[in-house]
């Protein structure tokens, strides 16, 4: 079983490509590499989370087809050499999504119930890569979630979206911590500058300081199967990343440290 002190991290967003995948993939390699075991989980069909965290291509066999077969899910763990564990979704069929989304459906506790099976160190962050919201796994992801990151781009549709994020953001439990990161800005841009005002007056303290910069060299440390933080130590976009990964440790709920050579997944 999951244990109660695992701390599952909801990464949302109301708007297609914003770039969860990234900053998913990024933040749970910053936090392993400051010792704390974590679990990145794809609930995307798109099946990208792998290719950030260094698959030479996108996992065929995933949870997905296993937990639509009733067989335990974390039989489809991976992990790097960054010490990142994840549950790629993996190639499903349209049957076999459609009775995912049939159980997604008529169970709300779906993911946690998952989630519960998963043996894992009792300090685990447990990162949730989400579809956009309000897609079934995501409100689940929200519902179970110890802290929230909500991702937004710098853009008028983000100032248009306030109303979506406060929905959104009514699902996580009562206390839980929550910000608003934005994702790939342009500062060049008068536009994205203009709507980066106001976002931070609409959001006030709730929105990051750390804007993640548009970076090629994030895409250049992905096409190397490694992190920017890595690749390009000195690059801004490193310091937003780090940034914004010791704002999650922080809030993440401290627990004891796990015992060393423990199986980051394995079967309950």
């Not at 709507?195 to 007056?201: D, E, F, G, S, V």
């Not at 006030?204 to 970076?215: A, G, I, K, W």
């Amino acid at each position: 079983m999951m244990a109660t002190t695992a701390a599952p991290i909801a990464i949302v967003s109301p708007l297609g490509g914003a770039g969860r995948t990234t900053l998913t993939a990024h933040l749970a390699t910053l936090v392993a590499m400051q010792g704390r075991p974590c679990l990145a989980i794809d609930l995307c069909r798109q099946n990208t989370l792998g290719r950030h965290l260094g698959a030479p291509e996108s996992n065929q066999t995933g949870w997905a087809t296993l937990a639509a077969q009733g067989q335990w899910w974390g039989g489809a763990a991976l992990s790097n050499s960054d010490a990142v564990g994840w549950l790629p979704f993996g190639a499903v069929s349209l049957p076999e999504l459609a009775a995912l989304q049939h159980a997604w459906a008529l169970s709300p506790d779906w993911l946690q119930n998952r989630l519960q099976d998963l043996d894992v160190p009792a300090d685990s962050a447990i990162f949730l890569d989400t579809p956009t919201w309000p897609a079934p796994l995501s409100c689940q992801a929200m519902a179970v979630a110890s802290v929230v990151l909500i991702v937004l781009e710098a853009s008028d549709r983000a100032c248009h979206a306030q109303a979506l994020v406060e929905q959104a953001l009514a699902q996580a439990p009562a206390g839980v911590p929550y910000a608003i990161a934005i994702n790939r800005i342009d500062p060049r841009r008068p536009s994205q500058r203009t709507a980066l005002q106001t976002l931070r007056a609409q959001w006030c303290d709730v929105l990051l300081p750390y804007s993640v910069h548009e970076d090629e060299n994030i895409a250049q440390a992905c096409g190397q199967a490694t992190n920017v933080c890595a690749w390009a130590p000195q690059a801004q976009s490193s310091h937003d990343l780090q940034g914004i990964s010791q704002w999650l440790m922080n809030h993440l709920p401290t627990a004891p440290q796990a015992t060393a050579h423990t199986p980051l997944v394995q079967p309950a």
